[in-house]
């Protein structure tokens, strides 16, 4: 299948997801849209030949190639109306999140895209990893009984936020980006933690602060409580704390045990059981931990559309996670209890 990369200069991830087409085996050509061809090099290098013809905007590249998908990796604010036009030429989109800087620009692009029975994924790749798959088996089979709580914490560098050459990206304007850590990072535990656990967030509050002080109008510190469509509790702590690197936590809570995932640690994946063969014992995730990030992911988008199969994200659930973050942040600005709507898929 020929996929179409729509994109600019401050496109994200643009080297994952060039390595990640270069590996799909269902992906046999790739076309880009590249305003200035700044990214251009970059792809030729990653692609080599299946790199095929390179365009100037994404409005030649949609009228002339008409791709049955659209990689579109752009600044949050110009990456509406470009994933709107790939929607009306009849092209499923896989978009770098949050694809959008208010709540109501990606409602419209759903409802567009389920209009034209197509697919809207964002970028969600923490759903490929092996320790994910394998906690959401364990908690569809009941292994940690019925699900109590989930406590989250996605913590990154504040050094980042100190640099002036930082203080220019989209990534640290509000207005540019939709918001800040909480959009950019958060967001993935958000929809991990409902893709985990089968449920949807349909409750929260929260608050949100740039505490480090930095000169950037996006927040650099959030959390929430969350209540989800199961009746469990949640919470999430979202921010840039650290001198380098991440730690990060998904702990679910159980009738039966735990299970603890750090994607980022040595140990991807811990759980205790309080019955069965392994009772009271701590156990570690000891399978393979390869592949795993956008080019599993990506592989995996590709493939479901290229055989008109379900994708690894669905429209509805890159949605409820656009919403939560945005039922976040104006419960921080409210001060009340915010009701996303956000809906269950099927588990």
Not at 98 to 115: G, I, N, Y
Request: one cysteine or more; glycine letters at 8%.
């Amino acid at each position: 299948m020929k996929v179409a990369v729509l994109t600019h200069a401050e496109g994200a991830h643009l080297s994952a997801y060039f390595s990640a087409l270069a590996e799909a085996k269902d992906c046999d050509e790739v076309v880009i849209a590249d305003p200035g061809n700044r990214c251009v090099d970059e792809a030729r290098r990653l692609l080599s030949d299946k790199l095929t013809r390179t365009y100037a905007t994404s409005e030649e590249l949609i009228a002339r190639e008409r791709p049955k998908l659209c990689l579109i990796s752009m600044e949050a604010r110009h990456a509406p109306p470009v994933i709107e036009a790939a929607l009306e030429s009849g092209s499923h989109v896989f978009a770098e999140k949050p694809a959008c800087v208010a709540l109501p620009q990606f409602e419209k692009l759903v409802t567009l895209a389920d209009s034209k029975h197509l697919h809207l994924m964002l970028a969600f790749a923490n759903r490929a990893n092996p320790e994910s798959l394998a906690a959401r088996k364990m908690i569809q089979q009941g292994s940690i009984g019925k699900i109590y709580s989930v406590d989250m914490y996605i913590v990154a560098d504040q050094t980042r936020l100190t640099k002036p050459e930082y203080h220019g990206t989209w990534y640290a304007d509000k207005t540019r980006a939709g918001g800040g850590h909480l959009i950019w990072l958060g967001i993935h535990w958000l929809d991990l933690a409902m893709f985990l656990t089968g449920t949807a967030i349909t409750q929260t509050t929260g608050a949100i602060a740039n505490v480090g002080g930095q000169p950037v109008s996006a927040e650099d510190s959030a959390v929430a409580t969350l209540r989800f469509s199961n009746g469990m509790l949640g919470t999430l702590n979202s921010g840039y704390y650290l001198d380098a690197g991440y730690h990060t936590q998904i702990r679910i809570w159980g009738s039966k045990g735990w299970l603890n995932l750090d994607p980022i640690g040595e140990q991807k994946m811990t759980w205790y059981e309080n019955t069965g063969a392994n009772s009271k014992q701590l156990q570690v995730f000891d399978r393979p931990i390869d592949p795993r990030g956008y080019s599993p992911f990506v592989a995996q988008v590709v493939t479901a559309i290229a055989n008109d199969a379900t994708p690894p994200v669905t429209t509805q659930e890159s949605l409820n996670a656009i919403r939560t973050v945005f039922g976040i942040y104006e419960a921080a600005a409210t001060g009340r209890v915010v009701q996303t709507g956000a809906e269950p898929v099927a588990f």
